[in-house]
């Protein structure tokens, strides 16, 4: 009789353990279920390294098991924020935005509400792309941080979510600036001067709004509208004594008011 080697049998031991420990009795009852669902989330593990990932499959199993067996337990509502939490920790931070979202229509009034709002704008803000690229998860997690911080202004992650809203708008003031450069590359001052504007009008605490002011200013100019170009070069000038692009502004400022001069010497 041919013996098999341990080498074999420890493997398919694990195995069959795993295969085993993947088996859901949903007589279990929702606590039970939703604890071991959170334990699989939740734990480190160590040796053996093959096994040390957590199993996602049957963490949304569990979660999905007390929902539909246990739909009127509370821990069926925890199942729904937790499969949320599920999707963000495996990366997938559009589908996590869809949980929590949901979570937050059925259960507005909800202790985890608040939760489920911070981490819905948390989602959104791990999909934000760059500037000059499509801005849709950036404007979603900045009404979602906004949500978040004027409904729930006692909250310890308030100053979280405030710091992420400075960098939703940065970015989205970049974007602005960028549209806006692309549009006086092609001499279309007329365009690019509306795109500066609305960094102007409602980006003025980001770090974009003095040199928004200047190109703006400069678009003004190069579309002959000198009037508009001096009190927006002022501004800045008056608002930024010792910034970046004073000494700029200043400068084309004194060529607009020399060109004044001059015509009205000829008139």
Known sequence: MRKISPLILIPAIFILFACSSKR??????????YNRAM????????????????????????????????????????AELRTGDTYFKKG?????????????????????????????????FKRMKSYDRDPTDTRE??????????????????GDAKKMVIECRNSLAKREIYLGNFYAKRKNYKAAAERYKLVVERYQDTSKYEE??????????????????KEVLTR????????KYHDKAAS?????EKKEKEKAKEG
């Open 39 to 78: 334990n699989e989330l939740e734990q480190k593990r160590g040796f053996p390294w093959i096994f040390t990932g957590t199993d996602y499959d049957l963490v949304l199993k569990l979660f999905k098991e007390i929902q539909i067996r246990y739909t009127y337990s509370p821990y069926a509502t925890l």
């Open 252 to 256: 084309l400022l004194a060529k607009i």
């Open 212 to 229: 928004a002011l200047y190109v703006l200013g400069k678009s003004y100019y190069d579309m002959g509208e000198r009037q508009f170009a």
């Open 141 to 158: 997690a900045l009404k979602w941080f906004n949500i978040f911080v004027d409904k729930y202004p006692d909250s310890p992650l308030v």
């Open 24 to 33: 859901i009795d949903g007589s279990a009852g929702p606590e039970v279920l």
């Open 92 to 124: 997938e931070y559009e589908q996590a935005a869809v949980e929590y979202e949901e979570f937050i229509k059925r259960h507005p009034g909800h202790e985890e509400t608040p939760y489920a709002t911070f981490r819905l704008a948390l989602s959104h």
């Open 236 to 243: 800045l000038i008056e608002e930024f004594p010792t910034a």
